[in-house]
């Protein structure tokens, strides 16, 4: 999960003002991070209530970004505003221990003050995992997406560059989408084929709603052959969602890295998840600096 050992240290204060977390978990029997009415599973609604019981108070859980229903991540980031004060591992061991077996905190730290889960982000990076085989899967059920025809790698791997640098991406844009502008930096995206696996690697400074679900349908789209390697550019052009097909499923979607400036000493991810990150090669999964900082955030990584 981290590029470097982070152990549970009982040697240090943490508390008094913001505290940061990182955790994993898997989106299968959630309706999404966000606080939901009651009676619906929400990541947000069964982590605050852990971080509160350890804090003794009332916490406002902000995280890096929010995932869908049934969507998972392997490196999430969230923040809360604490009175009371422990040490690494009394937070880290006492949120697990109220936590359902489907959220697992890894860290804790004291953070810098101005540290802003959300927007102190400089990118953000996900794993889509594509099961194909003609056959659909019985163990791994909602941890991948299944499609049973064929997936020609190379022709989604070369359809895909068309999106990297910035684009307004309005064609890969939720209808529901609540974001001010649809413009974003396209770090870097790729398609590797594992064994009967396809994964969609890719990292951007921030994503739009859907937009890797939406990217993921049309690169299928293309893997199989119904549409030509250069639709995607053509569909990016257009800025019209009615163009790019179908939304994958959110099942085989991971946030697996969220990246910040150095000054706030987040530890970096080794990207995941856990049962992908063997497939690559070490460097494959190390953290990608980012070529492209928004005006809004420092310039120093």
């Known amino acids: 999960m981290f590029l470097s050992p982070q152990p549970l240290t009982t040697d240090n204060a943490i508390g008094n003002g913001r505290v940061v977390i990182i955790f994993e978990y898997d989106g299968r029997r959630f309706h999404g991070w966000q606080h939901q009415k009651s009676g619906?599973?929400?990541?947000?609604?069964?982590?605050?209530?852990?971080?509160?019981?350890?804090?003794?108070?009332?916490?406002?859980?902000?995280?890096?970004?929010?995932?869908?229903a049934r969507v998972h991540s392997s490196f999430q980031i969230a923040h809360f505003d604490a009175l009371s004060v422990r040490n690494m591992r009394s937070w880290v061991m006492g949120m697990n221990t109220a936590l359902p077996d489907d959220i697992a905190v890894h860290w804790a730290g004291k953070a810098v003050d101005d540290f802003h889960?959300?927007?102190?982000?400089v990118y953000r990076r996900y794993r889509y995992v594509i099961y194909n085989k003609p056959v659909r899967p019985g163990i791994q059920k909602g941890q991948v997406t299944w499609n049973f025809r064929p997936l020609d790698v190379g022709r989604m791997h070369n359809a895909a560059q068309a999106l990297i640098g910035e684009h307004d991406?309005?064609?890969?844009?939720?209808?529901?989408?609540?974001?001010?502008?649809?413009?974003r930096f396209m770090e870097r995206i790729s398609v590797?084929?594992?064994?009967?696996?396809?994964?969609?690697?890719?990292?951007?400074?921030?994503?739009?709603?859907?937009?890797?679900?939406?990217?993921?349908?049309?690169?299928?789209?293309v893997g199989t052959g119904k549409?030509?390697?250069?639709?995607i550019a053509g569909v990016l052009a257009q800025k019209d969602r009615k163009l790019a097909g179908v939304t994958a499923p959110p099942d085989g979607l991971y946030l697996v890295d969220v990246g910040y400036p150095e000054r706030y000493g987040i530890p970096q991810a080794l990207c995941g998840p856990g049962f992908v990150s063997p497939w690559f090669e070490r460097e494959d999964n190390l953290p990608i600096k980012p070529s492209h900082i928004h005006p809004k955030q420092p310039a120093s990584i």
């Open 40 to 68: 619906v599973r929400s990541v947000q609604s069964e982590l605050t209530k852990a971080v509160a019981k350890v804090a003794d108070h009332p916490v406002d859980l902000v995280c890096a970004g929010r995932t869908d």
């Open 117 to 121: 889960a959300r927007f102190s982000a």
């Open 169 to 183: 991406f309005s064609s890969f844009r939720a209808a529901g989408c609540q974001s001010r502008t649809p413009i």
């Open 192 to 221: 590797t084929r594992c064994g009967d696996f396809v994964v969609i690697d890719v990292q951007a400074n921030a994503f739009l709603h859907h937009m890797v679900r939406n990217i993921a349908g049309a690169l299928m789209a």
């Open 227 to 231: 549409e030509s390697e250069c639709w």
